[in-house]
């Protein structure tokens, strides 16, 4: 039997080859969460470029405002929709369906958290990542911006505070739930604003944003400061002042070109 002994050429070639390819295989950026959940894209420019573009952006927009709007708008009144005209209207502003929307509400941040603590720990194959920074806080705000101030009839946090309230003044009569501690005006909305960076640290930063079961437990715990606040300054003023997306989403339902109030 005749041995054919290898071409040292072509040996030389490959041992040349393997080396170049693990070089392109090591300069391949490894894939990286950020942005709440999903895959990191390195920028197509320079960083410097970008941030110096982005600021540019912002001087330029300051100075149009600075020199071309001299004067307030004209003051005008949005178009409202009194949904109490019709009789569709009347059966949607009707306190079974308003009830309904918010029982949905929390149904869905019970779910939400229950998933994320006992469900499948893969972003991908749990429903709490998609949920909160895809449906909920990108959702939300097109839904605000186009509605109106939406979150305020669903928030189920102050459903579920509303709820505890009712109960405790049936078993009470008479005995008001909470503190009642006042929340000096000059602190304004300064604890939403505190809030929120956190909220865009754990957004941005925050290298378990796509983990459902610290995701869930994030949730618990802005729950459990949200509920405090209430309890120690009232439903209300805690809204005003503290609750984060209460005010967000309130900026946003401002862009709305209807307004549906519901008396």
């Known amino acids: 039997m005749k041995s054919r002994a290898a071409n040292p050429r072509k040996r030389q070639s490959r041992r040349a080859a393997f080396p170049g390819f693990a070089f392109a295989a090591a300069a391949i950026p490894a894939l990286a969460q950020a942005h709440g959940f999903g895959q990191r894209y390195d920028l197509p420019i320079p960083l410097s470029l970008y941030i110096g573009g982005a600021a540019i952006t912002v001087a330029i927009s300051c100075a149009m405002l600075i020199f071309f709007v001299r004067a307030a708008p004209a003051g005008g009144v949005a178009a409202t929709l009194d949904l109490r005209r019709s009789a569709l209207g009347r059966a949607l502003v009707a306190s079974p369906v308003l009830a309904a929307l918010r029982i949905a509400g929390v149904a869905l941040y019970v779910l939400v958290v229950i998933a994320g603590l006992f469900g499948n720990q893969s972003p991908l194959k749990n429903i709490a990542p998609v ?20 979150w305020k009839l669903v928030n189920p946090l102050d459903s579920i505070f509303m709820a505890v309230e009712r109960l405790h003044s049936r078993w009470r009569p008479g005995k008001p739930f909470g503190r009642g501690w006042a929340l000096a005006e000059r602190a304004g909305a300064w604890p939403a604003v505190g809030l929120f960076f956190v909220f ?18 994030a949730i618990l715990g802005y729950s459990a400061v949200t509920w405090a606040g209430m309890f120690a300054f009232g439903r209300q003023r805690w809204l005003a002042a503290g609750e984060v997306f209460n005010r967000i989403f309130g900026v946003f339902a401002r862009f709305a070109p209807t307004r549906i109030r519901i008396e």
């Open 131 to 150: 949920t909160i920074w895809a449906l909920w806080w990108v959702g939300m705000a097109y839904v605000s911006a186009l509605f109106g101030d939406v």
């Open 200 to 217: 865009l640290w754990m957004e941005m930063a925050w290298e378990e944003s796509d983990h459902p079961a610290q995701l869930a437990a």
